[in-house]
């Protein structure tokens, strides 16, 4: 098996330890409806629900949890690393095209990956709330 958080670009379920504990735990009670949304939330962002609800309560002004900001993070190195990929697919097309005056076929299948990766880049920044 390997380490829990292998797999993960960015840092794992539970919170770090800190010197000398954590001095003070609240109890909440929550029904299950409430219960069944807590976990699909913290699964969703690969915490645990006592994270979760520490990160939420505390989160910035802008609403955002430091999982969710390593997420997005995570997601704009993606992206940054697809938009390098296709911008060489490009510049391969561009330099075949010159050279023999005809349009390659991987021309089509590279401007709609161009399209996707747009619009995958429009729909991170959404969730950053620019654009809002």
Same mark, same amino acid.
């Given at each position: 098996?390997?380490h829990?958080s292998e797999?993960?670009?960015?840092?794992r379920?539970?919170?770090?330890?800190?010197?000398?504990?954590? =001095?003070? #735990?609240?109890?909440?009670?929550v029904?299950p409806e409430e219960? *069944? =949304?807590?976990?699909r939330l913290?699964? /969703?962002?690969? @915490?645990t %629900?006592?994270?979760?609800? @520490?990160?939420?309560?505390l989160?910035s002004a *802008?609403?955002e949890?430091?999982?969710?900001?390593? =997420?997005a993070? /995570?997601?704009l190195?993606?992206?940054?690393?697809?938009?390098?990929?296709?911008?060489n697919?490009v510049n =391969? +097309? /561009?330099?075949?095209t010159?050279?023999s005056g005809? +349009?390659?076929?991987?021309?089509?299948?590279?401007?709609?990956?161009?399209r996707? %990766? *747009?619009?995958? +880049? #429009?729909? *991170?920044? #959404?969730g950053?709330?620019?654009?809002?």
């Open positions: 098996m390997g829990p797999g993960r670009l960015f840092g379920r539970r919170r770090a330890n800190v010197q000398g504990g954590r =001095q003070h #735990d609240h109890r909440v009670k029904t219960e *069944a =949304q807590l976990l913290a699964e /969703a962002q690969h @915490v %629900v006592p994270r979760l609800l @520490v990160e939420s309560a989160a *802008a609403g949890t430091p999982t969710e900001r390593k =997420q993070m /995570a997601e190195f993606a992206l940054h690393r697809l938009l390098a990929a296709v911008s697919n =391969q +097309i /561009a330099r075949a010159n050279a005809e +349009i390659q076929a991987e021309t089509a299948a590279t401007v709609k990956k161009v996707e %990766v *747009a619009v995958r +880049i #429009d729909r *991170a920044l #959404d950053l709330g620019f654009g809002q």
